[in-house]
Every structure is written in structure tokens, then in C-alpha cells.
């Protein structure tokens, strides 16, 4: 009536724990995918003598399948490699374990941007990402700390002096006992706590002074845990200490071009550095940027015009374009001086050091009978308004035109592109658990990593099931009709340039039989 448990019996012949992997699993891609790339310089550190270590292309496609399917750690990883046969066949069934993946990870922090690079180009080779218009944003990620592990500048001056008082009292309290009262006394185990405490108050301490300068306050605040934490206005919880990761996608599959870590709480500024990244990894530059009103100043705005791309930036409150003040003046040629939407020359005070001009408050005899009264924003104005410098006037306003001549219906495509991806990070739960800044930039560049190798691999499923569908048809059809044939063949050539890009053994059956009727079916040129 039951069917019998089949792993009491003995097997005739041994099996791999291949053999329980399904075909279809994403398994076989990985491996084949991390075959292709080039994983040289992961082995220069390795020498032949001594024990020997794990293969690099084994910890990578592990690390990286783990990263795309939520196990992100260390001690999950190893775990996995013992209980999961997709983590045992991929680790070669070697089974490291967590400080194994740790110590590699460290040890070859800085190749990774490297193989991102790789990634990248061959997503561009497989037509996954053309780099015409892309999406900027950035995403704040919290940090391995709590605001409960952290002190203000004020406090910890205040709580240095409290501990070297009592450590003094301590080690006065303890030079009194006699030998046979200090070995049962309780005291050199809290001045050793104490200790630690002032060791780590002393160190976030003086990170703090080396950060902030001369404009550090006693409001401010350090982590004690991750001194390179930044604290960040969190959404109905305070704030919480965190990193701001910044990623450039394309738009056609939302392959992450470019990530970078940006030392500040706020996105503007980080444009400049990312396209850089973009553009070592692509070797070319995009053609249009789109970013959020965080963006829309102008040193990101001209750091995009710099590399010969268009801007599309939100000029108002998150996606809106409302009417500024700036957008009712009217620049004199050949001077720093400005006209209102009647064509009145503005009163305006010198300029100042920075190249802002400042416009003196209206008087009421200034608008009087001025038929843009109902509509003028400077009437509103209660005290002087400053104007930034005017060459950033000009890229701003610039920005400003473009959105509202069309630009809108560009910048509408900003969320479907870059916003799935961090939304994507979020839903698979992988969160920081390193402390460091140059840590941190290897994790995000390595989970930034990780996403573009899910999209190559589901692009690559869907290529094979395609080509090995199509190919079954081929053969029960027995097609006759010339018109038919060709447009079979058609499909082919683009099945098979696909397919034979990697080379790889999934795709070698597929391979030979497409490219065997091709050369059956191939018309006479």
C-alpha cells in the first residue's frame, strides 16, 4: 500500500551528490557561469607547498549563490555546505566553513570590484544592458550597530574623567589589601572591565575629533561598534546608524552598472563618483541620468553634463517640478544682476565671497500696478532671498526647462529602474554584519554583484528553454513550407548567438544540435 523507504536499501552502483541535484536547478549555471570568468588573480596568493587550499572558483560560486538566494553570512554559508546538496555540490562538497569563507573574503577584498567589472561587460555582451539611459539613486543601509551602542561628544568627555577617577580610587583601594585580600578580592576584575570601557569610550572619541575638526559639537555622536557608521534619519524610528549606498542600473534589465558608498548622509554630491565607477566598468558613458530631487544641484547636475550625458533631475519635492522663485527671474547678460517677470530690475546688495547675490526685500512701491502680482513668488517673500553662483543659476534652470518641455515623461521611468533593485536587496534579507567602511564597500559591491549574476542566469534559463523548445518543435513538425523554414532559422541565429556565448557544458548539447540545422537548413548565399 506504502512505497518503501529506497535509502535503507544498497545501491548496486555509487552515486555523486550530483546526481540529486535536479537539471533544471540554477546549480549548473553558476557553475558554469563562474567557469567562464576570468579568476586568475584570486589564485596569485596561493603557493604550491603546504596545505592545500580551497579553489577560489569554488568559494566564489558558493559566496555568490548564497547571496542570491538569502544566505548572506558566514555561519549560514557553512551551514548550508553541510546540510543543502546545492551548496555541497557547489563547494565541490568541501565543506569550509565560516572562518573559511570569512578569511577568503577578506583576503581578496580588493579584486572584487575587478570581477564586478567582468560581470558587467559580459552582461553588455549578452545585450542584458546597453548603457543609454540609466537611473541614480542611493539607499540607506543599517549598519552592524544600534544608537544604543553610541555617545555624544559631551558625554564621553564626561564619562572619561568619571572612569579615570574611579580606576584611580580602585587601584589605590587594591595597593592597601593585603596579598591574600587581592587574590579574593573582586577588584581586579572591575578595573579590567573599567579599563575596556575608557579603552573603547577613548578610541570613538578620538575618531570623532578626527572627523569633525574644529566644528565638532558635544551633540555629536560616534558608534562605539563601526566608528565609520553614519547617523541617518530613519523612516518612524529615530535614527539609526547606517551607510549610504549609492547604484547606478540600466535600464533595459536593471543591471547595476556602478556602485559606490558615499560618506554622507545625504545622496547629493555622490553623482560625480558613481558615473566614475560607471565608466570604468562600461568604458563608455551614458547618454541620459535620471536622479531624484536630492540630486537636482549643481554639482551633481554638471558632473553629469561633464561626461557628455543629459540630466533629468526632479526640481521640487520628491517627483514634482513646482514653480520656484528662480524660476521667475530673468538673468541680465553680462552682469550678475536680475530682472523680475515685469522686466524691473532687481535691488540686489553685493555679492557675496561664495558668488551668491543676495536681493534686498521689495519695498511695497516696488509692485505696485504690476500685473504678475497675483502670481509673483518674490512678493511673497518676507526677508532678502540669495540666488546661488550664475553658472550653477544656468545648469539648474537648464534642468528646470528640460522637465518642463517634455522631460517629465523621461523622469516618470526613474522608479521602474533603480527602485526594484533596492527593494529586491531588501525582500532577500541580506543586511550589513561587518563593521568598516572599506568592509562595508567590498560587501555592497560584492551583493551589488550578486544581483546582476541572478539576472545573466535567469536570461540564460530562458534561453535555454527557448532554444531546447524550439528544437523539439523542429523535429515533430518536419517542416516544408520555405517561408516557415526561414523564419525558424531566423529565430535560430539569435538563439544560437546567445547560447554560444559562454561556451558552457549546459548549452554544448543545445550548441552542437542548433548549430547542425543551421548548417542543414541554412538557405545558399
Known amino acids: 500500500m506504502f512505497q518503501s523507504d529506497l535509502t535503507q536499501q544498497p545501491q548496486l552502483f555509487a552515486f555523486s551528490p550530483r546526481d540529486l541535484v535536479p537539471k533544471g536547478s540554477d546549480v549548473w549555471l553558476y557553475m558554469d557561469l563562474f567557469d567562464s570568468l576570468n579568476t586568475e588573480e584570486f589564485e596569485w596568493d596561493y603557493v604550491a607547498s603546504g596545505q592545500q587550499a580551497k579553489d577560489p572558483k569554488l568559494m566564489l560560486r558558493t559566496i555568490f549563490y548564497g547571496l542570491t538566494h538569502g544566505v548572506n553570512s558566514g555561519r549560514a554559508l557553512a551551514s548550508a555546505c553541510t546540510t543543502d546538496v546545492r551548496f555541497i555540490v557547489l563547494s565541490g562538497e568541501r565543506m569550509p566553513d565560516a572562518r573559511t569563507f570569512h578569511r577568503f573574503i577578506r583576503r581578496h577584498e580588493e579584486r572584487m570590484p575587478e570581477l564586478f567589472t567582468q560581470v558587467v561587460q559580459l552582461a553588455m555582451k549578452m545585450g542584458l544592458a546597453k548603457l543609454g539611459r540609466i537611473a541614480i539613486d542611493g539607499s540607506r543601509l543599517k549598519a552592524n550597530t544600534s544608537k544604543h551602542k553610541a555617545m555624544s561628544y559631551g558625554r564621553m568627555k564626561k564619562t572619561v574623567d ?12 587594591l595597593e592597601s589589601l593585603s596579598e591574600e585580600d587581592q587574590s579574593a578580592s573582586e577588584l581586579p576584575d572591575e578595573i579590567k572591565r573599567r579599563e575596556d570601557r575608557l579603552a573603547k569610550i577613548k578610541s570613538a572619541k578620538d575618531a570623532l575629533e578626527k572627523e569633525k575638526g574644529e566644528a565638532l559639537k558635544d551633540s555629536d555622536q560616534k558608534s562605539f561598534n563601526d566608528h565609520d557608521a553614519l547617523p541617518m534619519a ?16 540600466d535600464e533595459d534589465n536593471q543591471i547595476i552598472v556602478g556602485c559606490k558608498l558615499h560618506d554622507n548622509q545625504c545622496d547629493s554630491g555622490s553623482v560625480a563618483s558613481t558615473l566614475e565607477e560607471v565608466a570604468k566598468n562600461c568604458g563608455d558613458n551614458p547618454s541620459e541620468v535620471l536622479v531624484d530631487s536630492a540630486y537636482s544641484n549643481a554639482k551633481d547636475l554638471g558632473a553629469i553634463e561633464a561626461v557628455g550625458a543629459r540630466p533629468y533631475a526632479a526640481t521640487g519635492k520628491g517627483e514634482s517640478s513646482e514653480i520656484t522663485v528662480d524660476d521667475q527671474l530673468i538673468a541680465e547678460e553680462d552682469s550678475h544682476e536680475y530682472s523680475c517677470m515685469a522686466g524691473k530690475l532687481l535691488p540686489t546688495r553685493a555679492r557675496q565671497s561664495n558668488g551668491k547675490t543676495v536681493i534686498q526685500q521689495l519695498p511695497k512701491s516696488f509692485c505696485r500696478g504690476c500685473p504678475f502680482k497675483a502670481e509673483c513668488k518674490l512678493t511673497k517673500k518676507k526677508s532678502r532671498y540669495t540666488i546661488r553662483p550664475r553658472n550653477e543659476w544656468n545648469t539648474v534652470q537648464a534642468n528646470r526647462e ?7 515623461g523621461v523622469f516618470k521611468r526613474r522608479k521602474a529602474i533603480v527602485e526594484p533593485v533596492f527593494g529586491n536587496i531588501k525582500t532577500k534579507g541580506i543586511k550589513i554584519n561587518i563593521e568598516g567602511n572599506s568592509k562595508v564597500s567590498t560587501w555592497w559591491t560584492m551583493v551589488c554583484m550578486a544581483l546582476n549574476l541572478e539576472k545573466i542566469v535567469g536570461h540564460l534559463a530562458s534561453v535555454e528553454v527557448l532554444a531546447l523548445n524550439f528544437l523539439s518543435k523542429m523535429t515533430l513538425s ?8 526561414l523564419k525558424f532559422i531566423s529565430d535560430l ?5 546567445k547560447v554560444i556565448l559562454l561556451r558552457t557544458r549546459p548549452y554544448r548539447s543545445c550548441q552542437v544540435a542548433c548549430q547542425g540545422f543551421y548548417l542543414r537548413c541554412a538557405p545558399a548565399s
Do not use: H, P, W
Not at 523612516?235 to 542600473?249: H, L, P, R
Open 493 to 497: 541565429r539569435q538563439i544560437f548567438d
Open 234 to 249: 530613519g523612516k518612524g524610528e529615530g535614527f539609526k546608524y547606517g551607510y549610504n549606498a549609492q547604484a547606478a542600473v
Open 478 to 485: 518536419k517542416i516544408c513550407l520555405k517561408n516557415t523554414m
Open 402 to 408: 528640460r522637465m518642463r518641455s517634455g522631460g517629465n
Open 162 to 173: 568619571q572612569l579615570n577617577e574611579e580606576l584611580q580610587a580602585m587601584k589605590r583601594e
